[in-house]
Nanobody, 123 residues
Framework: QAHLIESGGGSVQAGGSLKLSCAVA????????MGWFRQAPGKEREGIAS???????TYKDSVKGRFTISTDNAKDTLYLQMNSLKPEDTAMYYC?????????????????WGQGTQVTVSS
């Protein structure tokens, strides 16, 4: 059973930056992607960034060029660097593991979720 624990959320003004971290235990990163999803109030959860074991990344168009997903060398910590934040980025952000890698704009659900960390961007 994997355990994913996010940290780094908070409140920031538009144009600011935050870096989310996800500590992963009990899971070996291989054969699938890891990623970040988010869910804004009243909206469905959406995939926004994924990374393969070879460090190939995929981003939702709305965050491309502003967000960067990465892992540490041991691949037991997942990161999401978020720059140029906008009020529409306000959401609960979730780390995901054993994620079938997204293809053609389709983001399958992962096997493992973190508990989420709140990001609030004010204008």
């Amino acid at each position: 059973q994997a355990h994913l624990i996010e940290s780094g959320g908070g409140s920031v003004q538009a144009g600011g930056s935050l870096k989310l971290s996800c500590a992963v235990a009990g899971y070996s990163f291989s054969g699938y992607c890891m990623g970040w999803f988010r869910q804004a109030p009243g909206k469905e959860r959406e995939g926004i960034a994924s990374i393969k074991t070879d460090n190939t990344t995929t981003y939702k168009d709305s965050v491309k060029g502003r967000f960067t997903i990465s892992t540490d060398n041991a691949k037991d910590t997942l990161y999401l660097q978020m720059n140029s934040l906008k009020p529409e980025d306000t959401a609960m952000y979730y780390c995901a593991a054993r994620l079938p890698c997204p293809k053609g704009g389709v983001w399958p659900g992962p096997l493992y979720w973190g508990q989420g960390t709140q990001v609030t961007v004010s204008s």
